[in-house]
């Protein structure tokens, strides 16, 4: 497995044509190392289709474990982030929630994302006993 601290030196080695000429001038403007999740953004923004993201971002479910839906959560609110800083994340997550966990955490009203994800393994947790 390739650290995380890696990923932009390996994703580096598959950009070519215009994209090699926008990383290249990316990289030159950075005074320090660039991490994931900021380089991601970057390249979402400047050539991902965000409309995809923000469809994808508001039709996720949680269909497997609450720690899997947590993960991929947090790397589509990290592209929405640069899109709407308002969005409703909070909501989006609860609402994507399995029914039962979905009305445990609206009783609960949750008051961020990561009293959100707590709530969520803990009353997932809950009903596995």
Avoid at 7 to 35: D, G, H, P, Q, T
Avoid at 39 to 67: I, M, P, Q, T, W
Avoid at 93 to 114: A, Q, T
């Amino acid at each position: 497995m390739i650290p995380i601290q890696q990923w932009v030196k390996v994703a580096s080695l598959y950009v070519e044509e215009k994209s090699e000429i926008w990383f290249e001038s990316y990289m030159c403007n950075r005074e320090s190392v660039v991490n994931w999740n900021e380089f991601s953004r970057a390249v979402c923004n400047r050539f991902g289709n965000k409309d995809d993201v923000v469809e994808e971002f508001n039709k996720l479910v949680h269909e497997s474990s609450v720690d899997e839906y947590v993960k991929k959560f947090e790397e589509l609110k990290s592209f929405m982030h640069d899109l709407n800083s308002l969005l409703p994340k909070i909501f989006s997550f609860v609402n994507g929630l399995k029914e039962d966990l979905k009305h445990m955490l609206k009783i609960l009203k949750p008051i961020s994302l990561m009293t959100s994800f707590k709530q969520a393994k803990c009353r997932k947790n809950q009903t596995m006993l």
